[in-house]
């Protein structure tokens, strides 16, 4: 039995006094020991949390019978896992103005969403060639496991779906849509921003990518890959057991097995996606980072440093500033040639 339990959740409700909710949650998470993120916002809830079975149960029964929720987390969508060591550093309880950013208000899924699919029903919607399967995650995590067929968006944030879809799917063309994301909250809100772009017929995977995993078996699953979680695991697949990628320790980019026997990859230092760009200081920097890590394992310590739950706030601006290095390098080679 795992010592852990992870639990990742959201629900899209209505909740003006979610600024009075922070408090009480973050008490009640910091004196079971329970480590990880929250969101709150007008429009919700969302985050991911791990703590013991029992103290992740004992969160759960509160969010949906507390008096202070009145009810109105009950109902959530909800992924268990299991973990062997504690994934998160610390407990946060964050005030956002959306618990996922699209900056479409438009796409309000407290008043209207897309038809959910249930894991068991999602091979056949996917299978009809006349749907077009939107995989709404970002290129990092599409690069590692997807959907056979779907079609990758080539999004560094989750705010440039809506250029996407305005260059690429037509309503009067596109007459059926189906979605899907790491645990659904994603392509809830596309679905919602979709609905209210014309687009009619739009499915999305209830539960996400994370949910149809635990719950087909892998001789018939259309999932290839693994799928990128925001937490010391790195990437999880079928049964959600742990996956076999690690991170660059220089870039943050997840990591094959093969990509780690690449010739250009130095571990604690560079990866094949960032060797070719890393200056000689962030090279310097990984290594001490490594360093530093390996010291607080021998010493039986978790380094602060080292906190996977980091990179969902670090990439975006790391991978961003990785892509603009390889441009200018790509500009200049062809100056050259």
Request: aromatic share 8%; hydrophobic share 35%; net charge negative.
């Amino acid at each position: 039995m795992s010592a852990f339990k992870v639990v990742a959740l959201y629900k899209f409700v209505s909740l003006p006094d979610y600024i009075d909710l922070r408090e009480p949650i973050y008490d009640f998470c910091n004196q079971h020991g329970i480590k990880g993120a929250l969101l709150l916002a007008e429009e919700g809830i969302n985050g991911t949390v791990a703590g013991t079975p029992a103290d992740i149960d004992a969160l759960m029964d509160y969010l949906a019978r507390g008096n202070l929720f009145k009810g109105r987390f009950k109902g959530g969508e909800v992924k268990y896992s299991d973990a062997q060591e504690m994934p998160f550093m610390r407990m946060k309880v964050k005030l956002k103005k959306e618990i996922v950013t699209l900056r479409a208000p438009e796409a309000d899924p407290t008043k209207s969403v897309g038809t959910y699919v249930e894991p068991e029903g999602w091979n056949d919607i996917i299978s009809d060639d006349e749907t077009v399967v939107l995989d709404t995650r970002n290129d990092y995590e599409v690069a590692i496991g997807t959907f056979k067929g779907a079609l990758d968006p080539q999004t560094e944030n989750f705010t440039q779906f809506k250029d996407f879809v305005e260059k690429n799917l037509d309503p009067k063309k596109n007459k059926k849509v189906a979605m899907f994301c790491t645990g659904g909250i994603r392509c809830e809100k596309a679905s919602s921003y979709m609905l209210a772009k014309g687009f009619e017929e739009v499915y999305h995977l209830k539960g996400g990518i994370l949910k149809y995993l635990e719950e087909t078996p892998k001789d018939t699953s259309m999932w290839n890959g693994e799928c990128f979680v925001f937490d010391e695991r790195v990437s999880v697949g079928h049964g959600l057991v742990q996956g076999e990628l690690a991170l660059c320790r220089a870039c943050r980019f997840p990591l094959t097995p093969e990509d780690m026997q690449h010739a250009d990859y130095i571990e604690g230092q560079q990866c094949h996606h960032c060797a070719a760009t890393i200056t000689e200081k962030g090279r310097a920097r990984a290594a001490e980072r490594e360093k530093q890590i390996r010291l607080a394992a021998e010493r039986g310590q978790e380094h602060i440093g080292d906190q996977a739950a980091k990179f969902a706030e670090q990439n975006k601006q790391q991978m961003k500033d990785l892509r603009e290095q390889q441009r200018r390098l790509n500009e200049k080679s062809n100056q050259t040639g």
